[in-house]
């Protein structure tokens, strides 16, 4: 069973950068589209960014393209979110997750095995 670990989150001022990692465990990363969500308080999960099994197609929620970039190292089994010119209203906790076969969409019920999460805090 495939397990993930996200880390990299922190607090930054608005116009910072950070760069988040999800380790993949239990299985080989490269089988998997995979996916960024986040989630602030007191709202639904959000998708934020998707990449495919060998890293080069990706898709971005219209609330961070041209600031957000997935990326996939299958050979280290983690998949990456840098996150440039941080806004505060992308204060959330971001988790990433893998697609469930047979699915097509961007919605949380299309992709499983979510990771614990890491706080990403954003300061005006």
């Known amino acids: 069973q495939v397990q993930l670990l996200e880390s990299g989150g922190g607090l930054v001022q608005a116009g910072g950068s950070l760069r988040l990692s999800c380790a993949v465990s239990g299985s080989t990363s490269s089988r998997y589209p995979m996916a960024w969500f986040r989630q602030a308080p007191e709202k639904e999960r959000e998708f934020v960014a998707a990449?495919?099994?060998?890293?080069?197609?990706?898709y971005y929620a219209d609330s961070v393209v041209g600031r957000f970039t997935a990326s996939r190292d299958n050979a280290k089994n983690t998949v990456y979110l840098q996150m440039n010119s941080l806004k505060p209203e992308d204060t959330a906790v971001y988790y990433c997750?893998?697609?469930?076969?047979?699915?097509?969409?961007?919605?949380?019920?299309?992709?499983?095995?979510w990771g614990q999460g890491t706080q990403v805090t954003v300061s005006s």
């Open positions: 997750a893998v697609r469930r076969s047979g699915t097509y969409y961007y919605t949380p019920a299309d992709f499983g095995s």
């Open positions: 990449i495919n099994r060998n890293g080069d197609s990706t």
